[in-house]
């Protein structure tokens, strides 16, 4: 097959030349409601046509590059007193897989215990382009499973306004969980 990036052959969707090139990550920061830290690994710009993969069966292939080489790492690197939970934001499967349940399976480590179907959102309406006015006005409405820790990792792919995690950091606050951070692939934010 080709490389989606440089388009020479590889065994994989992106060769390890562009993803060592393209794919390195970096840490952006920024705090959201209730102080809560969302760290992010790369700006939305670099990666956005990656992204865009997550609407096709392809996604599966680039989201799982894009977790191995920022999610796993952090996982492998993180240390904490005891384990956390982590739960991805809306794990629906739509087109075979979730792409939100790829990021969080990748944080399986020593310290961090994924949990799937936890998050969920009531309301299904797409945010995708639209508005912090039209976000506002249609809340996620989440439900939250039955989670094992009390301390929580919150994850999604991309982060614009925040009131996606604001709202799902509400929702664990009502169930007597905490949200240590939440972490993204992209920080849409960030020119």
């Known amino acids: 097959m080709r490389c989606l990036m440089c388009e020479s052959f590889c065994l994989s ?14 840490l952006y920061r920024r705090k959201i409601l209730h102080n ?10 670099d990666i956005k046509p990656l992204l865009h993969t997550k609407h096709t069966d ?3 292939y680039v989201y799982t590059i894009l977790a191995q080489n920022s999610l796993a790492i952090f996982a492998k690197e993180f240390a904490y007193e005891t384990k956390a939970t982590s739960i991805a934001v809306d794990d629906v ?8 349940a790829i990021l969080n ?24 382009g639209k508005s912090r006015e039209f976000r506002m006005q249609n809340p996620r409405d989440f439900t939250l499973g039955k989670v094992s820790a009390n301390e929580v990792i919150l994850v999604d ?4 306004t925040g009131l996606t ?5 509400g929702v664990l606050k009502q169930n007597g969980k905490e949200a240590l951070f939440c972490l993204t692939l ?3 934010s960030l020119k």
């Open 36 to 45: 809560i830290e969302v760290i992010s690994f790369y700006k939305y710009d």
């Open 105 to 128: 399976k990748a944080l399986k480590s020593s310290c961090i215990k994924p949990e799937f179907g936890k998050l969920r959102a009531k309301n299904k309406i797409s945010y995708s």
């Open 157 to 160: 792919d991309i982060i614009t």
């Open 93 to 100: 499967v739509k087109g075979g897989y979730s792409h939100t």
């Open 186 to 188: 992209a920080d849409a």
């Open 165 to 169: 995690f604001s709202e799902a950091i």
């Open 58 to 60: 392809l996604g599966y």
């Open 13 to 26: 969707h992106i060769c390890r030349k562009c993803q060592s090139a393209f794919l390195t990550p970096s």
